[in-house]
Each structure stands twice: as structure tokens, then as C-alpha cells.
């Protein structure tokens, strides 16, 4: 069980691959003799929910299928939407796929900086290439 703090959101995720965040404002809270709030709106196409989770914005989810198949991705790149909504596609799955358990964990700080060297080396190289360029065109001369 997990307990929600002001300004987080609710991450859910259906076993088709759909999902979405709602800001925790839009859930009011229950009383005793309360019959709950709807949370997604379930139908053939995105099939019954698989996993909910409170999510802040700072952290990645990965997405598991039954045949192993992880996918990562930031929190952010999945739409704030209201509550009785279907929620878009996560992932696309196979006919006789569907999502296992989603896992929330922290963001890659290293990943990030791996991402920046990989960017910088692609500048370096260009710029060799047009430096050899201007040798070969001097050497021909």
C-alpha cells in the first residue's frame, strides 16, 4: 500500500499497455460507508488494470511483460489526464502479450551524463572528418 503526499500523482497502468498520471487533487477522500472513485475507465481495448502507483515527477517506471520484454521510461513522457479517462498507449504488446508489473525506479544520473559525452565525441568526430577533409584538399594541391 502506498500513501499519497500533496502534489504527487497517480501513475495507473492497464495490462494492454495503457496508462496514465492524474494529479492526487482530483480524488477526493473517502468516508466510511465510501464506494470508492474511478479511476480509469476499463474497456476491451485497454484491457483491466494491472498496477498503480504515486509518482512525483523525478523518477523513470519500467514496464514488464509477461514473456520479459522491460521497457523504461521517464514519468513525464506519460500524459496528465483526469481520472475517468482510458489513458494513451505505453507500449505496444503482442496479441497474446500483456503487461506483468510495473516497477517505479530512480532516474540514471549517469545515464544522463553518458548521453552528453556520447553528443560531445559526435562533434569532435565531425570536426575531425572536415579537418581531414582540408588536409587531403591541401595535399592534392
Not at 562533434?123 to 572536415?130: R, V
Amino acid at each position: 500500500m502506498e500513501i499519497i503526499e500533496e502534489g504527487q500523482e497517480i501513475l495507473v497502468v492497464t495490462e494492454k499497455g495503457y496508462g496514465k498520471r492524474t494529479p492526487e487533487s482530483e480524488y477526493r477522500l473517502q468516508s466510511r460507508g465510501g464506494v470508492g472513485l474511478k479511476t480509469i475507465h476499463i474497456t476491451e481495448k485497454n484491457g483491466p488494470l494491472c498496477a498503480v502507483k504515486t509518482v512525483d515527477g523525478t523518477e523513470d517506471i519500467m514496464l514488464i511483460t509477461i514473456n520479459g520484454i522491460l521497457i523504461r521510461m521517464d514519468v513525464n513522457d506519460i500524459s496528465v489526464i483526469g481520472r475517468s479517462t482510458q489513458g494513451v498507449r505505453l507500449i505496444r504488446l503482442g496479441e497474446d502479450e500483456f503487461v506483468a508489473t510495473v516497477a517505479r525506479v530512480k532516474k540514471d544520473e549517469q545515464e544522463d551524463s553518458l548521453d552528453e559525452d556520447e553528443e560531445n565525441e559526435s562533434i569532435e568526430t565531425s570536426e575531425n572528418i572536415q579537418e581531414l577533409e582540408t588536409e587531403k584538399q591541401d595535399n592534392e594541391q
